[in-house]
Nanobody, 121 residues
Framework: QVQLVESGGGLVQAGGSLRLSCVASGSIFSVNAMGWYRQAPGKQRELVAG???????NYADSVKGRFTISRDNAKNTVYLQMNSLKPEDTAVYYC???????????????WGQGTQVTVSS
């Protein structure tokens, strides 16, 4: 059993910053790729940023130059530093991780419960 818990969301004005954190815990054998997705009301969930186990990153075009994804493997944690926030960044942000558990030794995709980010104009 693996759990992902996000934190750091909140309400900020346009141009402000937030730092999201996501901690994985449970019967973890290894954590592979991790990422952040977001979903606004009435829209599909979309990838915001991803990071591989080797540290390679990728970003949605809409956040390039403003957001930075990073990870701390010792803490099984992934972060998303969000700068120069815009109202269109408003959404629920979800953490995702590909995890191999100690019990099954099979890779499975896990999701957190989400954290709300609201950017006012």
């Amino acid at each position: 059993q693996v759990q992902l818990v996000e934190s750091g969301g909140g309400l900020v004005q346009a141009g402000g910053s937030l730092r999201l954190s996501c901690v994985a815990s449970g019967s973890i054998f290894s954590v592979n790729a991790m990422g952040w997705y977001r979903q606004a009301p009435g829209k599909q969930r979309e990838l915001v940023a991803g990071i591989t186990s080797g540290g390679t990153t990728n970003y949605a075009d809409s956040v390039k130059g403003r957001f930075t994804i990073s990870r701390d493997n010792a803490k099984n944690t992934v972060y998303l530093q969000m700068n120069s926030l815009k109202p269109e960044d408003t959404a629920v942000y979800y953490c995702n991780a590909a995890v191999v558990t100690t019990t099954t030794r099979v890779k499975y995709n896990y999701w957190g419960q989400g954290t709300q980010v609201t950017v006012s104009s």
